[in-house]
């Protein structure tokens, strides 16, 4: 195959253009690429913020303390013999929660 100079000129066109065309087509897809991942990070921080709340971390803390709260109920719940034989123990009983938190 022989090629006029000017038809190599119009080939050789053709294949910039096609490349042109390759690397606008990759820049396309790694910027949709790139879209999606930010949506999916966008998500994720939002539904976090839906749990923690706002800077002030007011929403967290009533999380936090929350928790805490279960966890000291679910503690307490579990040592009620405990400060029964405590309460025999001393023999005159409790007498505020001062007497209580002291012993332990």
Known sequence: MHFSFDERIKLNQRARAL???????????KDRETRLY?????????????????????????FAQGITFELM??????????????????????QNLADLTHQF
């Open 19 to 29: 490349d042109e065309k390759q690397t606008d087509i990759a820049t396309q897809k």
């Open 38 to 62: 930010q949506k999916t990070e966008l998500s994720r921080w939002n539904a976090l913020h839906s749990l923690i709340g706002s800077a002030d971390g007011k929403k967290y803390r009533n």
């Open 73 to 94: 109920v679910s503690h307490a719940n579990k040592h009620p013999a405990r400060i029964r034989r405590e309460k025999q123990y001393h023999g005159s009983g409790l």
